[in-house]
């Protein structure tokens, strides 16, 4: 019983690893923009790192919500005015 996962465990492992290889990858992509096409400047390192996490981010939830990870519309109350 020691050795099982539950599932939300599962899903946070997966959401964290997901995050690591984006955000990982906006680096690189950063890092071989800068150097070859923007003189070494800082910004596409941090827009490239940030368009990774922000990707991660999307997936997370889409993840964690097991509504949109179906495909299926989200129904929401309607506001009282």
Known sequence: ?????????????????????????????????????????????TFFTGAGVGAAYADAQRIFDSVSSLGLPTMRKPSAA
């Open 1 to 45: 019983m020691a050795g099982e996962r539950i599932p939300s465990e599962q899903i946070f492992d997966q959401a964290a690893a997901n995050l690591i290889v984006k955000a990982g990858l906006g680096l690189s992509i950063g890092v071989v923009a800068s150097a070859l096409l923007f003189k070494r400047r800082m910004w596409p390192v």
